[in-house]
């Protein structure tokens, strides 16, 4: 028995494993956003009417911001369910949207058709969603009354998912 | 990497000659509006050192739908729309630092493609070294161990070359070009040998 | 009814290698020659089970049979029948079951081929590929199951295979040739650790185990040159290795292998390195493991990830096994293995060999912590960080030029340790190469450091590879005819492995050279494009005609028609179409590159958006001596099938008889 190739092999298998093990149950596709805690992003966008609407704008009432565009499968599903919040949180939480490298023209033939659910602001630089660290669409932000931004969700929501983000801002 | 580097110092060089303060000025102070930014680093940039520098910087920033390329290699909008971000920041005159700790106050440490020479991530940096470091310290070693060796052949030279001419026998590949000079006693030994291997 | 066929053959193989493998090695231990053949029965029976579970596979994909889980999984009646029979390694479960048909098949060669002198050599070796056998067997009997039985009510159509899968030819290849790659080397590793426990490795044996490790070595060069042929084709970026973690995973056992390959010539040559060449051979098969654990679990993030699948705890589970088993073993048994003293100083064949091995297996090493330090830094710290390209070139490329040094300096060195004279005579000559193969860089009108570099050191190599490649030929000549002058190719031609280790090496220099010039000459435009627009990027004036929409089955095409002109004359020379493909399964449309190639450079076109307005967004990338890099890898799989050619010498060479017996066991 050689003992040195023992130790050896010891000390450079057991924690191979134990990394590996611990990688495991993890998504690597799943990002936490270091925004999560911090004063939203600033920005000063123009919605599809031509008002122009600001991160300030928004102070003193929680909002839901998601960023979507009408390429996205995931998007075309939520819609209809941001479409249901909207109305519910109608007067306590303000929606909004932020189109995700998609043509004005593009979205306003989708919410003709489909319904909107808040103003739909243009991005067209893409500089807001960058600021915000958006990955991909759909991304969700949850937004206090002081524009602290308290959640981050990625991929299509769902009614249950609404409730329970705007349940904290509430 | 080395032509980056180049780059880099060829950007930094125009940076210094052409340090006109008024040009961007104007355009660059309005439109910042948010407070993480801050103030300029550097002076504004344009023209083609600009451009090397929006490379150079971009090719450190992970294309966030691709899979492990770099902004300045994905051809998505995304990372175009990105790239731009960072030309327009660099413009401005922020540093390329600068750029960079704002895409990570964004996205996270995940969005730069080479993880930060700083705490923990040192490991990922240093442990090459220190493997090839190691390496070359037992490959010393064995050299050394072998020179004593060598020395030790040199004194009883005959029955060592005789079992290395069974060894070099076996060779998959024949070089005559690298033996040693055979001298007539040497090759009736061989013979022997090769006689006794035979099968 | 084809889902109980599957998995009644896929038991079958799972019963010959339960019951062979532990046969097997008591068959080893008491050197029973009966216990082997039965073993080896067994191992025959393993394969016609895999071959029929297989086919049977590739019969329910052809009939559409949706009944069959995996059918149901990637099948499509709207398919081509190629692509239907291909996508059975186009998705987790399907690749499994090859990649266990191809291990059964490795295993019944090595038995019909194995010349192991001694019964427990055999045995033992057999036994080890039993065991893999069985876990993959086992893998394909439970959870990656391909023949599960669909609940009702049976689909009458399926989605299809990944669309990444559909889009080229090379990836009707590239997968099985690089899983040929990856299994083979269970082969070196069951005749390693079967030295091991036999407590011995004759020359023949480690002759047999170099033969069995070039197998994986050249699938492997083919496999990842495929794949990054596959990538430069597809995915529109204008690259071909972005370090990827399977990537690296397939580069992984390539390196170490390739470290094996030169450590057991040392061996062979001078006696040493004994137990340091098998433990190379046996990381060479734990990496692969790694690998397929790394691409399999969705542990890391990758373009060929599978996403959390439910087969990473099993395949972890195995990879622990098989390192403990390994460690427990080499502790065991090292000490048995007797090499002969070291006897090597640095500036000799057998020092550039050592030193060679260091390379190597640094870059191994740090390939490795690379690609799995986003895995650490997630546990330690619990933060997520990326580590990519920028990272891998700037530790890889040092560690390169550090081969390519070696490459050209050590087979000029002689063997052994003779007088420095020699040595700098051998280490001199070839210098005037190096300062023409700068000039030649320096010519090319951008010298940067790393080209220079580049030049010097590839001109040393080409040199000294030519020099050694061609000694036999006017050796041969010089000795018969007693003149100097003259060469003799059939000298060459007579021994195929030295060449065939050349025609690797001059490959490899071939490709070095080939990706340094890319890089560093890459030029790029950008252009938004009205129709009859046109932009310019080297020699090229490209006039963009039209837009159109092609529905296809699966996906929507938007392809803009590209006439390349010559810039001067204006004279026309080709029609590109670079294309976005919109899948209805992706997020975002990928884009489907076009490229013209020519001995000289590539025009790569990618479609990079599209207007409203009809306006196309044109992204070109003009990159010189890219085939070079296909055809330098292509040079070194070349190669290494003429190392497997058993050599002839002519009947007057000394050499002659000794070299045959040395051939039985590598045939």
């Given at each position: 028995m050689n003992r040195r190739v023992l130790v050896v092999g010891a000390i450079l298998v057991l924690p191979l494993v134990w990394v590996l093990g611990m990688g495991l149950?993890?998504?690597?596709?799943r990002i936490e956003s270091p925004l999560v805690g911090k004063p939203a992003p600033a920005f000063e966008l123009v919605d599809l009417a031509g008002n122009t609407v600001r991160l300030?704008?928004?102070?003193g009432k929680p909002a839901l911001i998601n960023f979507w565009s009408t390429w996205c499968v995931p998007c075309v599903y939520e819609h209809p369910v941001l479409v249901a919040a909207a109305r519910r949180y109608r007067d306590r939480v303000q929606f909004i949207g932020v189109i995700y490298q998609d043509e004005p023209t593009t979205i306003r033939a989708y919410l003709a058709r489909s319904g909107a659910w808040g103003p739909s602001l243009i991005d067209p630089t893409g500089r807001t969603a960058i600021a915000f660290g958006v990955?991909?669409?759909?991304e969700t932000f949850i937004l206090d009354r002081s524009g602290t931004i308290t959640a981050k969700y990625d991929g299509a929501l769902d009614p249950a998912t609404v409730d329970a983000l705007l349940a904290e801002v509430l | 990497m080395a032509t980056r580097g180049v780059g880099l110092g060829l950007a930094l060089l125009a940076l210094l000659l052409t340090s006109?303060?008024?040009?961007v000025a104007q355009d660059s102070a309005a439109v910042e509006?948010?407070?993480?930014?801050?103030?300029?680093?550097d002076a504004p940039l344009s023209g083609p050192a600009l451009e090397a520098l929006t490379q150079e910087i971009s090719s450190l920033?992970?294309?966030?739908?691709?899979?492990?390329?770099?902004v300045a290699d994905s051809p998505t909008t995304s990372a175009v729309a990105m790239q731009d971000e960072v030309r327009r920041l660099l413009a401005a005159g922020y540093s390329g630092d600068q750029v960079l700790v704002y895409f990570e106050t964004s996205?996270?440490?995940?969005?730069?493609?080479e993880p930060k020479a700083q705490g923990f991530n040192l490991v990922v940096w240093i442990a090459p070294f220190a493997f090839l470091l190691i390496g070359a310290a037992l490959v010393a070693m064995r050299v050394r161990s072998s020179r004593a060796q060598l020395a030790d052949n040199a004194s009883r030279s005959a029955p060592r070359s005789a079992s290395q001419s069974q060894e070099e026998s076996q060779d998959v590949d024949h070089d005559p070009h690298n033996e040693p000079e055979r001298d007539p006693s040497l090759e009736a030994y061989r013979q022997r040998v090769r006689e006794e291997v035979k099968p | 009814m084809m889902s109980l066929l599957g998995q009644s053959l896929v038991l079958v193989g799972l019963a010959a290698c339960a019951v062979g493998a532990p046969l097997a090695f008591t068959a080893g231990a008491r050197r029973s020659q009966v216990g082997v053949t039965a073993a080896r029965w067994l191992a025959h029976l393993f394969s016609v089970a895999m071959v029929l579970a297989t086919a049977t596979m590739i019969v329910a994909l052809v009939r559409h049979d949706f009944s069959v889980s995996y059918v149901a999984e990637v099948g499509s009646l709207a398919t081509p029948l190629v692509i239907t029979i291909v996508s059975?390694?186009?998705s987790l479960a399907g690749s499994i079951l090859l990649w266990g048909l191809i291990l059964a098949l490795f295993t019944t060669i090595y038995c019909l081929t194995d010349r192991a002198s001694q019964i427990d050599e055999s045995a033992y070796t057999l036994g080890t590929l039993l065991s893999v056998g069985l876990f993959f067997s086992f893998l394909i009997a439970g959870?990656?199951?391909?023949?599960g039985t669909t609940p009702s009510?049976?689909?009458?159509?399926g989605p299809g295979p990944n669309p990444l899968l559909q889009n080229h030819a090379l990836m009707i290849i590239h997968p099985p040739t690089l899983y040929l790659g990856y299994v083979g080397m269970v082969v070196p590793f069951a005749i390693a650790l079967a030295a091991l426990l036999a407590g011995r490795m004759p020359a023949k044996r480690l002759q047999t185990m170099r033969t069995w490790l070039l197998v994986p070595v050249g699938f492997l060069s083919l496999g990842i040159m495929l794949g990054g042929w596959w990538s430069y084709e597809?995915?529109?970026?204008?690259?071909?290795?972005?370090?990827d973690p399977v990537e690296n995973a397939s580069l992984l056992p390539w390196l170490t292998a390739v470290a094996a390959l030169h450590s057991a010539m040392a061996q062979q040559r001078r006696g040493t390195l004994k137990a340091w060449t098998i433990i190379l051979v046996l990381v060479s098969f734990l990496l692969t493991i790694l690998g397929t654990f790394l691409t399999r679990s969705g542990v890391v993030n990758s373009v060929h990830a599978f996403s959390q699948s439910s087969i990473g705890p099993t395949i972890l589970t195995f990879f622990g096994i098989c390192l403990v088993a390994v460690v427990v073993i080499l502790a065991l048994?090292?000490?048995?293995?007797?090499?002969?003293p070291a006897s090597e100083a640095l500036t000799s064949r057998a020092g550039a060999i050592l030193l060679n091995n260091l390379v190597l297996v640094a870059f191994t090493f740090t390939v490795l912590i690379g690609t799995l330090f986003p895995i650490i830094a997630e546990a330690v710290r619990g933060v997520k960080v990326s580590v990519g390209e920028p990272y891998f070139n700037r530790m890889a490329i040092p560690l390169g030029f550090g081969l390519l040094f070696l490459l050209g300096v050590g087979p000029a060195l002689p063997w052994g340790t003779s007088d420095s004279r020699q040595v700098r005579k051998a280490l001199l000559t070839p210098l005037p190469a190096a300062l023409v193969g700068m000039v030649l860089m320096a010519w090319l009108g951008k010298p940067s450091g790393s080209l220079l570099l580049t030049g010097a050191l590839g001109g040393y190599a080409l040199w000294v590879t030519f020099d050694q490649a061609l000694r036999p030929g006017r050796a041969g000549r010089g000795k018969r005819s007693?003149?100097?002058?003259g060469f003799s190719l059939l000298a060459v031609m007579r021994s195929p492995r030295r060449l065939g280790a050349y025609v690797v090496h001059f490959g490899f220099i071939m490709t070095f050279i080939a990706i340094a010039v890319s890089s560093t000459f890459q030029t790029d435009a950008e252009a938004t494009l009205q129709a009859g627009d046109t932009m310019e990027i080297g020699e090229y004036q490209l006039r963009f005609e039209a837009l159109r929409v092609v529905e296809e089955p699966h996906l929507t095409a938007q392809r803009a028609r590209m006439v390349v002109l010559r810039?001067?004359?204006?004279?026309e020379l080709a029609i590109l179409e670079p294309a976005l493909n919109v899948y209805p399964s992706q997020r975002e449309p990928l884009a489907a590159p076009a490229v013209r190639s020519s001995p000289t450079h590539d025009l790569y076109l990618t479609l990079m958006n599209t207007g409203l307005d009809g306006t196309v967004g044109i992204r070109a990338i003009l990159t010189p001596a890219v085939i070079w890099i296909w055809i330098g890898v292509l040079m070194m799989s070349l190669g290494t099938v003429l190392c497997l050619m058993p050599n002839r010498r002519p009947?007057?060479?000394?050499e002659g008889p000794v070299e045959q017996a040395t051939e039985g066991g590598a045939a």
């Open positions: 149950g993890k998504d690597p596709k300030e704008d928004l102070a990955y991909g669409v759909p | 006109a303060p008024a040009l509006l948010d407070p993480r930014l801050g103030v300029p680093d920033i992970r294309c966030p739908v691709c899979q492990g390329l770099s996205y996270g440490e995940f969005i730069r493609l | 059975l390694w186009s959870p990656a199951n391909p023949f009510p049976i689909p009458l159509d597809v995915l529109g970026w204008g690259g071909y290795w972005a370090w048994r090292v000490d048995r293995l007797q090499s002969a007693g003149t100097r002058q810039r001067e004359g204006g004279k009947s007057t060479t000394l």
